[in-house]
């Protein structure tokens, strides 16, 4: 088996209920749809060497007009990763030790929109040493309509304090 | 409706119905693929990143669906580009790099909803050696944007 990794959690104090948490907002350029798409086919691949994806509705004005959409949408796991990066910022290396994300993608995320990503605490649950916070996920457009919405539980123990 | 479970080993992902069994596949967790993935996805943390990059993230999961199409549905797509709508996963342990892994998916729902066609696949990713569970996972998508009756399809 292998070795077990220790995922150093982030030393500041544990969130509370109602603390908010945000990324910076970003623009969802057609670069960032295109490097998601490039990134799918190499993990795909998995051989050591990068490669381009598509066409897709993520990269491919034409394709994504055939589909029936006005044009590229960027792929939902872009605002998910986004979402999974907040809970590094929040908890450290530790939230990918384990716990739960539901992400869900109420509308299409067009070029230019500008998403404004955060994590908004419901619930902190101590169990033996494990201490268990629940989220509130959201990634909103400028005008404040939510894109992808969703829900995290991250479960920190102490070893990995 | 349930049925019974059957290997999926051709024709393309839009044919994919309930009770089809994908996989398993198998493969080993390779730090280059996991730093490029998030580059491309901007998380930054050294643990996904650096040159020893320690970690996958439990977001990589959703690529295994594309693995497990590939080895099942070899015709590709179908007629229409699939909309991802709903990523859902549970991790239950840190995928380290360079595990060796194996992945199986099931096809557990397809239904018709506001004239768009839904499949959920549920796949658990387990570490090769010991069939430990890492990461259960459930992924939802529609199989074409615009919407259209399923006798059309």
Redesign the interface.
């Known amino acids: 088996m292998t070795a077990p990794v220790r995922l150093p959690a982030r030393k500041a104090q544990m969130p509370r209920p109602g603390e908010i948490f945000e990324l910076a907002p970003r623009t969802m350029t057609r670069e960032r749809m295109r490097w998601y798409v490039d990134a799918q086919a190499t993990a795909v691949a998995n051989d050591g060497k990068p490669r381009f994806g598509g066409p897709t509705i993520h990269d491919d004005d034409d394709y994504a007009i055939s589909q029936g959409l006005p044009g590229i949408i960027a792929d939902g796991m872009v605002s998910t990763n986004w979402l999974f990066s907040l809970l590094v910022e929040i908890f450290g290396p530790a939230a990918a030790a384990s716990g739960r994300m539901r992400t869900r993608y109420i509308a299409p995320v067009y070029e230019d929109d500008v998403l404004h990503t955060s994590a908004k605490v419901t619930a902190v649950e101590y169990t033996g040493d494990t201490r268990s916070v629940q989220l509130e996920l959201r990634c909103a457009r400028a005008d404040g309509t939510p894109v992808t919405v969703g829900e995290a539980t991250v479960r920190i123990t102490d070893d990995t304090d | 409706m349930q049925r019974e479970a059957r290997v999926a080993t051709g024709g393309y992902v839009s044919d994919l119905d309930v009770g089809d069994v994908l996989g398993p596949i198998s493969?080993?967790v390779?730090p280059?693929?996991v730093r490029?993935?998030c580059?491309?996805?901007?998380?930054?943390?050294e643990?996904?990143q650096a040159g020893d990059a320690?970690?996958?993230?439990?977001?990589?999961v959703?690529?295994d669906k594309?693995?497990l199409y590939?080895a099942a549905c070899p015709a590709g797509t179908g007629p229409?580009?699939r909309?991802?709508?709903?990523?859902?996963?549970?991790?239950?342990?840190?995928?380290?790099v360079?595990?060796d892994v194996e992945t199986t998916g099931t096809v557990t729902e397809r239904f018709l909803k506001r004239g768009r066609t839904y499949v959920v696949t549920e796949i658990v990713m387990r570490?090769a050696?010991?069939g430990t569970a890492l990461i259960t996972y459930r992924d939802t998508v529609i199989l074409?944007?615009?919407a259209q009756s399923e006798a059309a399809q």
């Open positions: 493969y080993r390779k280059f693929t490029e993935y580059h491309a996805v901007e998380i930054d943390h643990a996904f320690a970690v996958a993230p439990p977001t990589l959703h690529l594309l693995k590939e229409t580009a909309v991802h709508v709903e990523y859902d996963a549970e991790w239950h342990a840190p995928v380290p360079d595990t570490e050696s010991t074409a944007y615009e």
